[in-house]
C-alpha cells in the first residue's frame, strides 16, 4: 500500500507523475538495505528526476531560519544528494519523474542493477502497464484507490485536491494549496514560486512539482 495512491485526478492527467519506490522488507532482505537504498537513489538521480525522498526529507526542505521577508527569493533547487545522505535507517526511499521516458529509463537501470528490493511505480495504470512492458517485465499485482466519499460536501473543489492530495500524508494543507492558486491567479507569485512552497511541505519526497505547476498554469489561464 503506498499514499501515492490518494493521488486525486482523471486517469489522463498524471501523464507527467511517475513516482519509483523501494522498500526492503524486514527479515528477508534488509541485510545492508540502507547502502542498496542509497544506490537506488543514487540511480535516480541520473535520471534526473522532479522531486526525491527518504520517508523523513524530500529534495525540498523547509527551514527554520527564515523570515518572511526572504521566504519568497530563497533558493529553490533541489537537494537531491542531501536526501542520499540524509538515509541513516531501512526505510521507504522514492523518487518522481515528469515523463514516462525518464521512469522507464531508470526502471531499466533499477533492473539492471538487481539491488534486491521491492520496487514499486506509481502512476495511472495504463501509465505502469507500459512502463513494465518496455521495460521487458510483466506487472504482477495492481493496487487502486476508491476514491474519495463525501456525502455532506466537505470537500474543496478538484482544483485544490489535485494540488493538495500529492502529499499523501495530507501534510500540504487543503488552505495552502488554495492560497497558491489564489495567489498565482492573481499574480501576486509565480508558479515556481507557489510550487517551491507547496513541496517543501511533503517531508517524505514524493510531491511533483511539475504537475503541480501544470495544474496552476491551467487554473491561471481559466481564470483570465
Excluded at 521577508?69 to 523518487?95: C, F, L, M, P, Q
Excluded at 529509463?105 to 507500459?130: K, P
Excluded at 517531508?203 to 481564470?223: F, I
Aim: charged share 25%.
Amino acid at each position: 500500500m503506498t499514499n501515492t495512491l490518494h493521488r486525486y485526478g482523471k486517469a489522463a492527467g498524471f501523464e507527467d507523475d511517475y513516482i519509483l519506490f523501494a522498500i526492503p522488507c524486514k527479515g528477508k532482505n534488509d541485510e545492508e538495505a540502507v547502502k542498496r537504498l542509497k544506490e537506488f537513489l543514487e540511480i535516480c538521480a541520473r535520471h534526473h528526476p522532479v522531486n526525491m525522498g527518504n520517508s523523513t526529507s524530500g529534495a525540498y526542505r523547509p527551514s527554520q531560519e527564515l523570515h518572511p521577508t526572504i521566504h519568497w527569493s530563497r533558493n529553490t533547487k533541489a537537494d537531491y544528494n542531501g536526501v542520499i545522505a540524509a538515509v541513516e535507517k531501512i526505510g521507504t526511499v522514492a523518487a518522481v519523474f515528469s515523463t514516462r521516458k525518464k521512469a522507464e529509463e531508470c526502471l531499466a537501470d533499477l533492473i539492471e542493477a538487481d539491488l534486491g528490493l521491492s520496487i514499486n511505480m506509481s502512476t495511472s495504470v495504463e501509465g505502469a502497464h507500459r512502463a513494465a512492458e518496455n521495460c521487458g517485465i510483466h506487472r504482477h499485482s495492481v493496487e487502486y484507490s476508491l476514491g474519495f466519499l463525501d456525502p455532506h460536501d466537505h470537500l474543496p473543489n478538484s482544483q485544490v485536491l489535485e494540488l493538495s492530495t500529492m502529499c499523501g500524508h495530507g501534510m500540504v494543507s487543503f488552505n495552502l494549496a488554495r492560497k497558491m492558486l489564489d495567489m498565482v491567479r492573481e499574480g501576486r507569485r509565480t508558479t515556481d514560486q507557489a510550487v517551491a512552497t507547496l513541496a517543501r511541505f511533503c517531508p517524505c519526497g514524493v510531491y511533483n512539482p511539475e504537475r503541480a505547476k501544470r495544474l496552476l498554469e491551467e487554473s491561471r489561464k481559466r481564470q483570465a
